[in-house]
């Protein structure tokens, strides 16, 4: 078979923050870009919208990164959109333990030398310098293992910080969750010390962040942007996709062209006969309330304790998250559980204001290791075919981060004059 050219045209099916991500490094790569979503939006589960219950724009969800997110630096800057996070200049991660009123402050120095642990004012109450060792275990690699056969999930440190951090950052009751995907955001978060620590969110919103630049850097590097598209079969054959099967009719594909097949596992298994991928997931719930916080409010409280896990401030609203949210799907006063929560980090009266809940059901896979297991690379067996997806095995779990990179992955495989070639995500 002769040996396929360097496409000068690419499909990327799915406008996610992944196939956002791909689509940009492609146009940067001077490469013809069609970029397609079944929606009628782009940014995937990272979306912005008026609510007219609320009467103001929202994100879909309080999507945090950190300063120290490569990815998202490298994106941002790409299109234009470098100066469109917030957050403190210094590492500072406020807490509150509901049921006993107590609030901390967790200040991680901004080195990678962990001094601040010695300072009684910035580690965890009832916590001493030895305690911090139980990161040293996460910090190594611990393939196929859950965090609970690593360390003990117990204690005030665990109870204050860890697994607030952890059931975040997996989306996953932490106990249960993959070691090495832990260890992977801790070195490259706190162990790098607070300059890659500092939280950063989306200003003014998510929209405005990531997604409406990149379409608008995308639509003048001349790329072809085809919202509410969507793809129902790939045609293989002969170790390549032949065609692109929309709705609306069926795409044959040049030799040099390829795809980049971004959409969420459960939409690649369908598309992909035998391909292997996440099939178990975890919700998120969010919800949002039309309050303004008080003067001086902390912009982000972790909560020990109660219902929500993470109380957000906005200017004009007062946000809370809960990752591995399984439990609250059916709960009927769930804006009145969570809204007592922000009521009590913010001191402000019981009555519930006005509110949207956000419930993201398959919001991110369960970052197990038995899941993690199932993540595949980008390239495939077909020589123009590639994936990207935070469900992909970024080596991160699910999020932005991943998802970027996974993107920019995908990009290099598709640009691979040999379309298949492992050492492209091993660079």
């Known amino acids: ?22 689509a940009v490094a492609l146009a940067e790569a001077g490469v013809h870009v069609v970029l397609t979503d ?25 999507h945090l990164v950190l300063s120290g997110n490569p990815a998202v630096e490298r994106y941002l800057h790409a299109i234009g959109a470098a100066d469109r996070l917030a957050g403190p200049d210094r590492a500072a991660f406020d807490f509150m333990d509901i049921p006993s009123g107590a609030r901390w402050t ?40 859950r965090i609970d056969e690593v360390m003990a999930c117990r204690g005030p440190l665990w109870d204050r910080l860890l697994r607030p951090l ?3 950052v997996l989306n996953t009751p932490p106990e249960e969750g993959s070691a090495d995907l832990a260890g992977a955001v801790l070195r490259e978060s706190l162990a790098k010390g607070g300059l890659a620590s500092r939280p950063r969110i989306a200003s003014p919103t998510l929209d405005a962040a990531f997604v409406e630049p990149a379409l608008a850097h995308l639509r003048a590097a001349g790329a072809e942007i085809q919202l509410g598209r969507r793809l129902r079969a790939l045609g293989l054959e002969e170790g390549r996709v032949s065609v692109l099967g929309f709705a609306d009719g069926p795409v044959p594909l040049g030799e040099s062209d390829a795809v980049v097949l971004a959409v969420p596992p459960w939409a690649a298994m369908e598309l992909l006969p035998g391909l292997v991928a996440p099939d178990e997931f975890r919700p998120i719930v969010n919800a949002h309330f039309a309050a303004e916080p008080p003067p001086g409010a902390s912009p982000l409280v972790g909560i020990v304790g109660g219902t929500a896990d993470w109380v957000f401030a906005f200017p004009d609203r007062l946000s809370v998250t809960v990752s591995a949210a399984d439990h609250l799907l059916e709960v009927e006063d769930l804006p009145a559980r969570l809204w007592a929560d922000v009521a009590a980090v913010h001191n402000l009266p019981v009555a519930v204001p006005p509110n949207r809940i956000v419930k993201e059901r398959r919001a991110t896979f369960a970052a197990t290791p038995a899941q993690a297991a199932r993540r595949p690379q980008a390239w495939t067996a077909w020589h123009n075919l590639a994936l990207a997806g935070d469900w992909t095995d970024t080596g991160l779990p699910a999020t932005i981060e991943g998802a970027l990179r996974s993107g920019e992955v995908a990009a290099a495989v598709a640009l691979s004059p040999k379309g298949v070639n492992p050492e492209i995500v091993a660079a």
């Open 166 to 168: 952890l059931v975040s």
């Open 106 to 145: 967790i200040r991680p120095n901004d080195g990678p030398l962990p001094w601040w642990i010695l300072l009684p004012s910035r580690r965890v109450p009832g916590t001493g310098p030895g305690d911090y060792l139980a990161l040293a275990a996460l910090l190594r690699r611990h393939p196929g293992k």
């Open 38 to 62: 079944a929606a009628k939006h782009a940014g995937g589960r990272c979306r912005s919208y008026h609510d007219p219950q609320l009467g103001m724009v929202i994100d879909n969800g309080n």
């Open 1 to 22: 078979m002769r040996e396929p050219a360097r496409p000068s045209r690419v499909h990327v099916v799915g406008a996610g923050l992944a196939g956002l991500s791909a």
